[in-house]
Structure formats: C-alpha cells, structure tokens
C-alpha cells in the first residue's frame, strides 16, 4: 500500500505542472481573445489570469486526481452583446484555446528537438509508464508528457461536437436554421462523445491518432507510434 501510494504521489508530481500548464494557457487564451473582441465580462471576473486556482473547476480537478486521464477546467464566460461581430468572433474565441495549446507543443517540441531522440528517451519511456529514477528524467518526463497533452488537448477541443471549441468553429459557417438545429442537437452529440470516452475509449484514440501523430512529428520529429 505504502509503495502504491509513493507511486500514486510520483505520477501526480509528473503530471499536474504540464497539464496545468496546458488547461490554465488553453483557458487564459480564450479570456485574452474574448478582451480583445470587446467583451470584458472574462476580465472582469478575473478570469484573464495564469493563476490556477482562477481557473480550475473543483469537480473536474476532483476527476483528474483519481482517473489521471481525464478532467476539466471552468469555461470562460463570453457575453456575445459586447461582441461587434458574434458570429465572427465567437471563432476566434474558440479558436484561441487550442492555438495556445499548439503554441505549447510546438514550444515543447523544440525542446525535444534540441535534445534529440535519445536524449528524450527516458521522457519517452515515462508514457510508456516507467517512472524516471532521477531528476533529470523527472524533468524529460514533463516534457515527453507537456508535449502529448497540449496535443491531444488541441485536437480533442476541436471536435465538432459542443460544446467544445471545435463546435463554435463550425457553426461559423452555418446557416441560421442549422445553426438552431446543430444547438439543440448538442446533449445528445455532447452525450455521445461521453459514451464513446468511457466505453469506447478505443475509438476516441483512434479519432485523435492521426493528427496527433502528424503533428507531433512536425513539431518533434518523433513518432509517437
């Protein structure tokens, strides 16, 4: 049990600063695009922030720490009145969340670059679910494990299904009437995607491998699989 729990707190030590880094970044992006287009309302609650705890959901932070696959932070608010063009805007908005998440990767994947591939094997070795037996490793781990979220992070929000990002990027190019029917569609395409995650997990990662993949070998030069 004591070795269980010494592992448990080691996983957790590698993974919360990366995936904070990638949740607070993706959510401090849409606050900051938000501002930009004229709606404060993000600013106002104090939501244009790298602060964490601004930022994180207690729930969703709940459901990290026990599954250490899957969570959520709190979505930015964006009052559409203050916005001069909703419908244009509302996909830079969206659009935002997944570019910082991209920024990062490419960021992180530079890094790996600079390394190089065997320089980053112990980093890779971590995900494979060897824990790193120096600081050093603990380090590329971070870095191995920064890189593949930001990744899957981006390209899971651009999903077409809401209310993720990538459903406002579609509907910017709706027509009114699909518009109205692709919102009420939204529980039931929201509950799918739920359903496919825990218990079709295999599907989701078959969905997400291809352009993960791709562009973690454009940023990285390492294939991840």
Known sequence: MLYDLSELFSRL????????????????????????????????QGRLSLNPLVHLD????????????????RPVPVDVRN????????????SAGPAANLVQALALGLV???????????????????????????????????????LVLAW???????????????????TPEATRLYAAAAPWLMGGLLFVFFFVPGLLGLI????VGWTAYLFSGIRLW
């Open 13 to 44: 030590l590698i993974l919360l600063p990366p995936l904070l880094a990638a949740l607070v970044l993706h959510e401090w992006a849409h606050a900051w695009a938000a501002d930009r287009l004229g709606d404060p309302t993000a600013r106002r």
């Open 112 to 150: 790996i670059r600079l390394v190089g591939p065997e320089g980053i094997g112990p980093g890779l070795a971590y995900l494979g679910g060897r824990l790193p037996d120096d600081v050093t490793g603990l380090l590329l781990a971070m870095v191995a494990l920064g890189f593949v979220i930001n």
């Open 58 to 73: 207690p729930l969703g932070t709940l459901v990290l720490v026990v599954t250490q696959r899957f969570g959520w932070a």
């Open 208 to 211: 997400l491998q291809g352009p």
């Open 156 to 174: 899971f929000n651009l999903l077409p299904v809401p209310p993720l990002d990538g459903s406002r990027l579609v509907m910017r190019f709706l």
């Open 83 to 94: 916005l001069r063009n909703p419908r244009r805007d509302l996909f830079w908005i969206a």
